[in-house]
């Protein structure tokens, strides 16, 4: 297996554009997580899934930002508009459900800059 | 509501000597608990995870942990460091969601 898969692995946008960070989890995974890092803040969860379906948005920081999982392949979180704020890198991870005592694989994350 | 506590936010120990990276847990639940490395610009990696199963758990790279109840702490250790151990290391509990603590970045000395 390939293994948790993001797109792009770096952006570079201009404050206010929207962007969109993608990821393909690993196949047979049923959880996904998003990920954001930063220097002040650390790693923080920002969304995950159980079967496609969003069990715990409270970490999403505000409006401008959403998630999807539209089936078991695929993930989007978008950002619009962006600020500069939002610089990051954004982990999206993926396990299978079923058992809590399944740690998770992360992706190699997307590093987002926003000018 | 569940979260963990790096006591460190950063060790310095020398090439040889013993690693202890401190993690105390809160959850209301009996919880996972897992150690995640991350080597700079890297991805993240797991070392090892705690599931109930035996307290002193095993990992790669010669790591350990070992989950202490009454102290509500999942410390890591190496008994003898080497220079590409240098890294950010992430203790996480887990109960549906993840949660990470702050970090510690170790640094090795030659």
């Known amino acids: 297996d390939a293994g948790v898969i993001q797109s792009p692995r770096h952006e570079v946008t201009e404050m206010g554009q929207e962007v969109t960070l993608r990821c393909k989890p690993i196949?047979?995974?049923?959880?996904l997580f998003w990920y954001r890092q930063t220097m002040m803040r650390g790693l923080e969860l920002l969304i995950y899934?159980?079967?496609?379906?969003?069990?715990?948005d409270s970490g999403m920081p505000e409006d401008r930002f959403s998630a999807k999982m539209p089936n078991a392949s695929f993930s989007t979180l978008k950002i619009q508009p962006s600020e500069p704020r939002d610089s990051a890198v954004y982990f999206c991870a993926s396990g299978p459900q079923g058992s809590l005592d399944t740690e998770a694989f992360f992706g190699q994350g997307t590093r987002l800059t926003v000018v | 509501a569940q979260s963990v506590t790096q006591l460190d936010s950063h060790v310095s120990v020398s090439e040889g000597t013993p690693v202890l990276l401190r993690c105390n847990y809160s959850?209301?639940?009996?919880?996972?608990l897992f150690w995640y490395v991350q080597h700079p610009n890297k991805g993240l990696q797991l070392l090892l995870k705690y599931t109930s199963a035996a307290t002193l758990v095993k990992g790669i790279n010669g790591f350990e942990a070992e989950f202490k109840k009454s102290e509500t702490s999942f410390h890591l250790t190496k008994p003898s460091a080497h220079m590409s151990d240098a890294a950010e290391y992430f203790c996480?509990?887990?109960?549906?969601?993840?949660?990470f603590g702050a970090g510690t970045r170790l640094t090795v000395k030659p």
């Open positions: 196949s047979g995974h049923n959880s």
């Open positions: 899934f159980n079967n496609n379906v969003p069990i715990d």
């Open positions: 959850s209301s639940y009996s919880p996972s």
């Open positions: 996480v509990v887990r109960n549906n969601d993840m949660r």
